[in-house]
């Protein structure tokens, strides 16, 4: 083995020679290049995870470790107390578990709404298509605070076009129920719906036409065609956009906030922790005690991670899911 | 009756008959959830909103809470034109860097898929409410304070700022500059997507181009210039827009947190949705005329 790379070291200088210095020159640059792509890179990846590792090891300090100077990233006193806390105070699993099923429940609704809605617009020409495309590049643009607070009475006072109130005379209030949300996704106004329907729409531009035609004389119709032959073939884009979906409704906590707000869910415990980890002292010490703002902070990171976690966990298994299709679907304007 | 209406059907009519109940739900939305809503804050934007027990009423007091908006309110213009100056600055930093990012996890190197996983998980990490508890941390910044004052020195930055400083010309340029490099995370943490779409862009421009211009003797630096860069331009005008839009409208944003909490702690329709309008009408703005000049100079290989 060792006589083969010396061989072939040999070569390499007799080469260099031939080369009048330009292999070596060249060998070296490409040597200092990757070094200097490496740190960079290392550097880059630190700084994205670091905050990620400074949590972690604030979840795992106990309260006087967090005053003491000395203590940076290892705690002295390692105590899994917060976590147990940040549960309580949380109530973690009755949240994970309605976060579970809410997050579930909304991306399969908006991923098949989408879906519908980006087939329509990809693959039939029909009049005002440009018009509605645009619309849906509104629906992108538009701020939900805009329209949130006209929602917020529309859905206080809801009504179809007078019919209830015709009928019940008075109109219902549908401010504390999932259905306003349901409607909103089936309506492909969900969470950044309007994005899911530029992806897919993209995605189903690509697919050749002789495979529609091909179902077509083989006497498919469109529905047919859409379900067997075109569905199958947009596995990867569909599991993509699911898991964005997915990922940005189970962080989400301005829709959960507005529509959501008898649902237990893991973003609104989380903007609540503090307040919670309050009552708590105050029930503990007697009213008027408050917890320092450094316990409080540790708290808040205890619950961040405890919230991401099973994210990171989804992130890790269908890491592929996330970024492979999409770069595959190839997104253009 | 019926089969005679069906024979006089053309394909086309067939077909834009089949394309409209597929963006059906889409309409139906779009007219209920978003067109109705915006006019209806439009609207309310003119009007003085008392909410009661059954009902809403609205009283027209037409520019009345714009006015308020912009000239009564204290916070307002500072937040809007602050919020704007930052995106000024964001979005190109954001740009390059997720453009570079893009270039490097684009070769060839041992682990390149745990970094890419790592450059990507800031689609996790910056989305919904974990944006706005990271920012308020203080317990972070004062553990950063600690640490600076333990080890008696400032940051590589600062120490070079002060260095260069010293020249005066150009100094806004450093400022710049070192805003940028300060903030550095925070445009890491905001380019996730940007970076999975410029790598897709990448990963389209086919090898063979760049052993033609090889051959023809282009350097490196030369074929980057004249084949990736027009090849990727048009997902450049993507990424601004979609860069745009994620800093104006992100829950973090100073001006959406002031339409937020005059809505919903102060009840005040009215005047939020004045906010709410104008503010929109920016983005909007913003958002047209920067797509319409970059629309103008994107290339588009066919």
């Known amino acids: 083995m060792s006589r083969v790379k010396s061989v072939e070291r040999q070569k390499f200088w007799e080469r260099n020679q031939k080369s009048g210095g330009y292999l070596l020159k060249k060998t070296i640059n490409t040597a200092l290049y990757k070094i200097a792509r490496a740190i960079l890179l290392f550097g880059l990846c630190f700084l994205i995870l670091q905050p990620l590792f400074n949590k972690i090891s604030i979840s795992f300090m106990s309260e006087k470790d967090l005053y003491d100077a000395t203590i940076i990233s290892i705690p002295r006193n390692f105590t899994t107390a917060n976590y147990k806390l940040s549960n309580q105070l949380m109530e973690f699993w009755v949240c994970l578990k309605n976060t579970v099923l809410v997050a579930l429940l909304v991306s399969i609704i908006q991923v098949a709404a989408c879906t519908l809605v980006g087939y329509g617009f990809a693959r039939y020409k029909f009049p005002l298509r440009n018009f509605w495309f645009a619309c849906v590049m509104l629906s992108i643009l538009v701020p939900p605070q805009t329209i949130s607070s006209s929602l917020f009475l529309h859905f206080r006072f809801f009504d179809v076009l007078g019919i209830f109130k015709a009928i019940t005379g008075e109109t219902i209030n549908l401010q504390n129920s999932m259905a306003p949300y349901i409607m909103m996704c089936l309506g492909c106004m969900g969470l950044k719906s309007g994005l899911y329907i530029f992806m897919l729409r993209q995605f189903f531009r690509n697919i050749p036409k002789e495979l529609e035609e091909a179902a077509y004389v083989d006497g498919c119709g469109k529905l047919r065609t859409f379900l067997r032959i075109m569905l199958p073939d947009a596995k990867p884009i569909l599991t993509s956009c699911f898991l964005f979906s997915y990922v940005w409704q189970w962080t989400d906590s301005y829709y959960a906030k507005l529509f959501l707000g008898n649902v237990k869910l893991l973003p609104k415990a989380l903007t609540s922790i503090s307040g919670r980890l309050g009552d708590y002292y105050s029930s503990i010490h007697g009213t008027g005690s408050l917890p320092s703002s450094a316990y409080e902070q540790a708290m808040i990171a205890t619950g961040l991670l405890m919230t991401i976690l099973p994210l990171l966990l989804i992130y890790l298994v269908a890491q592929k899911g996330f970024v492979e299709s999409l770069s595959q679907s190839g997104i253009k304007m | 009756m019926e089969k005679k209406k069906k024979k006089k059907m053309t394909l086309a009519q067939k077909n834009s008959i089949a394309g409209y109940l597929f963006i059906l739900p889409f309409i139906v939305g779009f007219l209920a959830f978003l067109a109705y809503p915006l006019f209806q804050s439009m609207y309310m934007s003119f009007c003085k909103v008392t909410v009661g027990i059954g009902s809403f009423d609205m009283e027209f007091r ?70 706005g508890l990271e920012y308020n941390n203080t317990l972070l910044q004062g553990m950063e304070e600690v640490v600076q004052k333990s080890a008696n020195s400032s940051s590589i930055t600062a120490t070079l700022q002060s260095i260069l400083d010293t020249g005066g010309t150009g100094s806004k340029f450093f400022q710049y500059v070192f805003d ?64 745009i839009i994620d800093f104006l409208i992100r829950t973090d944003n100073k001006v959406m947190e002031k339409i937020n909490d005059t809505m919903s702690r102060q009840m005040d329709y009215g005047f939020s949705s004045a906010m709410a309008w104008s503010y929109f009408l920016c983005v909007i703005a913003i958002v047209g005329v920067v797509s319409f000049i970059i629309s103008k100079k994107v290339y588009y290989y066919e």
């Open chain 2, 62 to 131: 037409a520019f009345d809470n714009y006015v308020r908006a912009f000239t009564v309110d204290a916070e307002f213009n500072r937040l809007l034109t602050e919020s704007l100056t930052s995106m000024a600055y964001r979005v190109p930093a954001t740009l390059v860097f997720s453009f570079f990012i893009a270039l490097l996890l684009n070769q060839e190197f041992k682990g390149r898929g745990a970094v890419r996983a790592i450059f990507f998980l800031p689609v996790i990490l910056s989305s919904g409410v974990i944006v």
């Open chain 2, 180 to 243: 940028i490099v300060d903030g550095v995370y925070d445009v890491a943490i905001a380019s996730g997507i940007q970076i999975i779409i410029f790598l897709s862009g990448l990963q389209t421009i086919s090898t063979s181009m760049y052993e033609a211009a090889k051959i023809e003797g282009c350097t490196a630096w030369e074929s980057f210039w004249k084949i990736t860069f027009p090849m990727v331009s048009s997902l450049i005008l993507v990424n601004i827009v979609y860069s």
